[in-house]
């Protein structure tokens, strides 16, 4: 299949990776209908920030995911969806569990049984690399064990399934995309780059952050939106879960390291013991084996490895050095 002249919704399109999957999706040619969810202030996320030109070929669907009616109506005449809308924050999922279940889990069920009814050729659900909980071994391929270590973890587990069900149940031509830490401009203080960048960018001779020893398998956003685009177009990947990941580990410390002299900075890292998960919460390693996706489909990372990642981090330490845009974040409080 080819995205170029289809009708896609794209779910959670207001948010970091899905307004640059629509930045990307428009300039292959396709046509967006970007879900966001509903507020008063009338704001489409990060999707107002984006050029006017982008802006003005995709139309916008004000609605929420835990809506069954709303969601059928975003998808109606459309081909392909691809479904990012969901609660990722995990700290948060810990103070309403109830909120991920509703959102993630029934979220999912929404866009599934919609897309089952209106016969949408193509559905890419979006996983995470959490539902793996600590590598059991590593690099970690698609067979390793589901272990939710957070409610956030357990309530995309469920999802997950939900998905492969819909598939084997009723041949729903759905594909399950797994990214590992995604990364880059745009990206809410909830996630662990954002919290050096802004920091650093900010002034801060000293930085707070939780645990320092876990690993990450850090992957640039638009290696993740060209892997979506690569999943979606790829008859092959009907049916399977397939990791999106750089191929390089790197511990949080050093990630930190990295950020500073990405911004030719010298700084201290402190621990916040506010910022640490429950002990057997804590997700010790990640790192991805992607080596399906590649034979599947042909995606490979053009920021993979140490050096990409060195590339990539540069990028995003540019971004958060713009006082325009850091003016956004919130660099002296814990955003959970």
Same mark, same amino acid.
């Given at each position: 299949?080819?995205?170029?002249?289809?009708?896609?919704?794209?779910?959670?399109?207001?948010?970091?990776? +899905?307004?640059?999957?629509?930045?990307?999706?428009?300039?292959?040619? !396709?046509?967006?209908?970007?879900?966001?969810?509903?507020?008063?202030?009338?704001?489409?996320?990060?999707?107002d920030?984006?050029?006017?030109?982008?802006?003005?070929?995709?139309?916008?669907?004000?609605?929420?995911?835990?809506?069954?009616?709303?969601?059928?109506?975003?998808?109606?005449?459309?081909?392909?969806?691809?479904?990012?809308?969901?609660?990722?924050?995990?700290?948060?999922?810990?103070?309403?569990?109830?909120?991920?279940? &509703?959102?993630?889990?029934?979220?999912?069920?929404?866009?599934?049984?919609?897309?089952?009814?209106?016969?949408?050729?193509?559905?890419v659900?979006?996983?995470?690399?959490?539902?793996?909980?600590?590598?059991?071994?590593?690099?970690?391929?698609?067979?390793?064990?589901?272990?939710?270590?957070?409610?956030?973890?357990?309530?995309?587990?469920?999802?997950?399934?939900?998905?492969?069900?819909?598939? @084997?149940?009723? &041949?729903?031509?759905?594909?399950?995309?797994?990214?590992?830490?995604?990364? +880059?401009? @745009?990206?809410?203080?909830?996630?662990?780059?954002?919290?050096?960048?802004?920091?650093?960018?900010?002034?801060?001779?000293?930085?707070?952050?939780?645990?320092?020893?876990?690993?990450?398998?850090?992957?640039?956003?638009?290696?993740t939106t060209?892997?979506?685009? !690569?999943?979606?177009?790829?008859?092959?990947?009907?049916?399977?879960?397939?990791?999106?990941?750089?191929?390089?580990?790197?511990?949080?410390?050093?990630?930190?390291?990295?950020?500073?002299?990405?911004?030719n900075?010298?700084?201290?890292?402190?621990?916040?013991?506010?910022?640490?998960?429950?002990?057997?919460?804590?997700?010790?390693?990640?790192?991805?084996?992607?080596?399906?996706?590649?034979?599947?489909?042909?995606?490979?990372?053009?920021?993979? +490895?140490?050096e990409?990642?060195?590339r990539g981090?540069?990028?995003?330490?540019?971004?958060?050095?713009?006082?325009?845009?850091?003016?956004?974040?919130?660099?002296?409080?814990?955003?959970?």
């Amino acid at each position: 299949m080819n995205l170029s002249g289809k009708r896609i919704l794209v779910t959670g399109s207001d948010g970091f990776i +899905g307004s640059h999957l629509v930045e990307d999706l428009i300039r292959r040619g !396709a046509q967006v209908r970007a879900f966001v969810l509903y507020n008063s202030f009338g704001s489409w996320g990060w999707l107002d920030t984006l050029s006017e030109e982008v802006r003005s070929s995709i139309e916008v669907f004000a609605g929420d995911i835990r809506d069954p009616h709303g969601v059928r109506v975003a998808m109606e005449g459309c081909q392909v969806v691809l479904h990012l809308a969901a609660l990722i924050a995990i700290p948060y999922s810990y103070h309403s569990p109830d909120t991920y279940v &509703d959102t993630n889990v029934k979220g999912t069920l929404n866009v599934l049984q919609a897309a089952r009814d209106l016969g949408v050729e193509r559905i890419v659900h979006t996983s995470t690399s959490e539902v793996y909980g600590s590598a059991q071994f590593v690099p970690i391929t698609e067979e390793h064990p589901l272990h939710g270590q957070s409610p956030y973890s357990a309530s995309k587990i469920g999802a997950d399934q939900m998905a492969v069900a819909f598939h @084997r149940s009723f &041949d729903l031509p759905v594909s399950l995309i797994r990214p590992f830490n995604t990364y +880059g401009p @745009r990206q809410s203080a909830r996630a662990v780059i954002p919290t050096v960048l802004a920091q650093i960018a900010a002034g801060y001779e000293t930085i707070k952050l939780g645990a320092l020893t876990p690993t990450r398998d850090f992957s640039f956003v638009t290696d993740t939106t060209a892997g979506f685009i !690569a999943v979606a177009e790829c008859d092959a990947a009907i049916g399977e879960v397939l990791n999106v990941g750089s191929g390089f580990e790197v511990s949080i410390g050093d990630m930190a390291g990295l950020a500073a002299e990405a911004l030719n900075r010298e700084v201290e890292v402190t621990l916040d013991p506010e910022r640490l998960r429950p002990q057997k919460s804590e997700v010790d390693r990640l790192w991805a084996d992607a080596s399906k996706v590649r034979e599947l489909t042909g995606w490979a990372p053009a920021y993979g +490895g140490r050096e990409g990642f060195k590339r990539g981090l540069a990028a995003t330490a540019s971004w958060f050095a713009d006082p325009a845009n850091l003016s956004a974040y919130k660099a002296d409080r814990y955003n959970i």
